[in-house]
């Protein structure tokens, strides 16, 4: 069973920066992609930016310049800058294998104030 173990959730205040972490309990070598989604409250679950094991990176538009992902072997990270209101939901931490299996975290709660 592969267990994803995210940390780094939390509420700041609108303009902060917060740093989300996700560990994957598998080889980096099985991995084919790590992505990060997040869902606001009433809404359906999105896209935030994925990383793939050649180290193609996608963002949704709304937090590029501001989010960056990175991965060290099975580890995602999310580094988020320049917190909007419009950030806050549930972030889930996603790890594809390569050969189809789709793996998520448990959530962390990110709440941006105004």
């Known amino acids: 069973q592969v267990r994803l173990v995210e940390s780094g959730g939390g509420s700041v205040q609108a303009g902060g920066s917060l740093t989300l972490s996700c560990e994957a309990s598998?080889?980096?070598?099985?991995?084919?992609?790590m992505a990060w989604h997040r869902q606001a409250p009433g809404e359906q679950r999105e896209l935030v930016a994925r990383?793939?094991?050649?180290?193609d990176i996608d963002y949704a538009e709304s937090v590029k310049g501001r989010f960056t992902v990175y991965r060290d072997n099975a580890k995602v990270y999310l580094q988020m800058n320049s917190l909007s209101p419009e950030d806050t939901g549930v972030y889930y931490c996603?790890?594809?294998?390569?050969?189809?299996?789709?793996?998520w975290g448990q959530g962390t709660q990110v709440t941006v104030s105004s």
């Open positions: 996603n790890v594809n294998l390569r050969w189809g299996n789709s793996y």
């Open positions: 598998v080889s980096a070598f099985t991995i084919q992609d």
């Open positions: 990383i793939t094991i050649d180290g």
